[in-house]
């Protein structure tokens, strides 16, 4: 960490900065003796990416930033919020700290924080910025987490901790034992500090095998911003043994969209033809697969067992993209082309064996314009195209 970034001249120059190309800015050299056209770089890079995602840190000053990778790898404010409101008590200890977003929204919320980390200067860099945020209640420690919890006396109301993928994990698709620190190896430490445990894992892990990986999970919360899933939550309780609850949220301009299921439902959606109104559910809702639960629960029904979209002759307020259907037609290219004259659509496929690119291809529609077009398959498993307007 170097002290002289935070000196008047160099954050003056920083700020001013912002929007300027790096490429040509490091050509130039620094304009300062103490620190190199690099280390300013590094820091206009980071506070550029946090304008959105962090705006508490961008908008106050003398605010240290860390390379842009851990930028990248922080909760935004927006989900630790969110977290937030999921633990309460008098003490919370992050064992994966970080830049210290999620210990910030904590302290909001829990009398005492402790946040680990393992690297020095990151650890360094939290207690400085936690001092320009007037944040009074969070502890900082230069520790591996897991170590720490097994010398350390206290016990804790709750354990947080977001573990990071291993570098020789393999494949998209990964297990929590492929992580650092390896939660299902170290269960029974955390459980001897605490009752309840918090964990943020990668919107790619797959949920039903951390169901089968850890014991005692109560909840688990997928979150969505404007339709992206960016974070998944599981909630473990020493001891408990009933059903999981599933929680999906999706963050948009117009507000939350919340949907709740339990998992493993022995619940079978109705199907039908496509009806009136087309209904997509939300990212959330399609990571955390409760297709047959949103039938049963909003009383619509389903157009396949593997399409994932949904019809109604009534216009509900649902948690996800609602359309008017127009025509619904089998897939014609000469028929689609009468019926799109400009020859742009706004293209989805669901469970349907061609891609967009190879629709596209195929029918020459471009991207854009106000109708909307859904390949998918019926539940006579016909392959049809629904035109459709957004609502």
């Known amino acids: 960490m170097n002290n002289n970034i935070l000196t008047k001249k160099i954050q003056e120059f920083i700020n001013s900065n912002l929007k300027s190309d790096l490429t040509k800015l490091i050509l130039k050299g620094s304009p300062f003796e103490n620190i190199s056209i690099q280390e300013i770089a590094e820091q206009i890079l980071a506070k550029s990416k946090c304008e959105k995602k962090l705006p508490t840190w961008f908008s106050c000053k003398n605010i240290y930033y860390p390379n842009k990778l851990n930028i990248e790898q922080t909760s935004s404010e927006v989900t630790a919020k969110y977290k937030s409101n999921l633990v309460s008590g008098n003490s919370i200890i992050d064992i994966t700290g970080g830049f210290g977003v999620d210990a910030l929204y904590f302290s909001q919320k829990v009398n005492f924080v402790t946040h680990c980390e393992i690297n020095n200067e990151l650890s360094q860099i939290v207690s400085h910025n936690l001092e320009q945020l007037n944040v009074t209640n969070i502890k900082t420690q230069i520790n591996d987490g897991i170590e720490f919890l097994k010398k350390s006396k206290e016990k804790y109301d ?234």
Do not use: M
């Open 158 to 391: 709750w354990i947080y901790t977001d573990p990071s993928r291993r570098n020789d994990a393999k494949g998209k698709v990964f297990l929590l034992e492929d992580c650092l620190p390896n939660i299902p190896e170290n269960l029974d430490i955390l459980f001897k500090k605490t009752d309840n445990i918090l964990i943020k894992v990668s919107p790619i892990l797959d949920i039903t095998s951390a169901i089968n990986e850890i014991k005692f999970i109560k909840e688990i919360h997928c979150i969505s911003v404007k339709n992206e899933v960016k974070e998944l939550l599981f909630i473990l309780e020493k001891n408990y043994y009933q059903s999981i609850k599933i929680q999906t949220i999706n963050f948009t301009k117009k507000g939350e969209q919340v949907f709740s299921f339990q998992y493993n439902e022995d619940i079978s959606a109705s199907f039908s033809e496509p009806k009136k109104y087309l209904f997509e559910p939300n990212s959330a809702i399609l990571k955390a697969g409760g297709f047959s639960q949103i039938s049963q629960q909003l009383k619509i029904d389903k157009l396949h067992k593997h399409s994932h979209l949904y019809t109604s002759n009534k216009l509900i307020d649902f948690p996800g993209r609602c359309f008017e259907i127009i025509h619904e037609i089998s897939y014609d290219k000469k028929l689609l082309k009468k019926l799109i004259p400009s020859k742009k659509a706004n293209i989805t496929t669901r469970n349907f064996p061609e891609t967009v690119d190879q629709i596209r291809k195929k029918t020459g529609i471009k991207d854009g314009g106000n109708q909307y077009l859904f390949f998918t398959t019926n539940f006579k498993s016909d392959y049809i195209v629904l035109i459709c307007k957004k609502i």
